[in-house]
């Protein structure tokens, strides 16, 4: 991660070194989803009065922060992209309701993210956090634990879909996915997240798709 951050420092000291205008240089890809917006696909997330599992819920406001976020870190610009992590996110959460799974016959887990990724892949996730290295070696053999780590900071826990599209799915999936296509995204469901294009997820997908048209 510092990396970018030294280099960006080069960069701008070298523009403002030499009189070229300054190209907009937070390029005008920056994702700032709104609240409206997260509220026209999951339509419940208006409060977390009463939430169905405790600590789990979050509000379309937390939401839109934190997946805007999200996509700038790992840099997910495409519109087609971010409805297809969107909606999975929103229709997996149950409108962002929970965030690990409650389903009964996950024998002793239900271990999950936002996106209610499995514990393999939380575990690859978590990995890839530098900020959460000193913390991982005590979970890391803990899917509750591990799970609970990712879901104690919202920007990881918000974080799954996102770093799942970009590190998961192939460069075929991505192009397919980006085109926008019905078939695009149901390659990314069913070839990619592993799970059935149902009329559910679609409907999800869908009202993603119209809201950050
Ligand atoms: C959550 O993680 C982010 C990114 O590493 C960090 O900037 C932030 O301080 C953390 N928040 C809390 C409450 O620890």
């Not at 208006?46 to 922060?65: D, L, V």
């Not at 239900?110 to 913390?135: C, E, H, V, W």
Request: hydrophobic fraction near 35%; charge should be neutral.
């Amino acid at each position: 991660m510092w990396h970018k951050a030294v280099s960006l420092t080069l960069l701008t000291l070298t523009l403002s070194t030499t009189a070229i205008p300054l190209p907009s240089l937070k390029h005008a890809k920056e994702t700032s989803l709104t609240e409206a917006q997260i509220l026209q696909i999951a339509p419940t997330s208006n409060t977390c009065e009463n939430p169905p599992a405790e600590g789990e819920c979050a509000t379309a406001s937390q939401a839109a922060k934190f997946i805007s976020q999200s996509f700038n870190t790992y840099e997910v610009s495409s519109k087609a992209e971010q409805a297809a992590v969107i909606g999975l996110m929103a229709f997996e959460s149950e409108d962002f309701k929970y965030n690990k799974n409650h389903f009964p016959g996950t024998p002793g887990q239900g271990i999950t993210a936002r996106n209610m990724q499995s514990p393999t892949f939380n575990k690859k996730y978590a990995s890839s956090i530098s900020a959460l290295k000193d913390k991982l070696a005590a979970v890391e053999n803990s899917p509750a634990d591990l799970l609970d780590l990712l879901r104690d900071n919202e920007t990881y826990d918000f974080g799954s879909g996102a770093w799942f599209l970009t590190t998961q799915c192939s460069a075929d999936i991505r192009t397919a996915l980006k085109a926008g296509t019905e078939s695009g995204w149901q390659r990314f469901i069913s070839e990619c997240v592993g799970t059935e294009a149902s009329s559910d997820r679609k409907a999800y997908w869908q009202k993603a798709v119209k809201a950050l048209a």
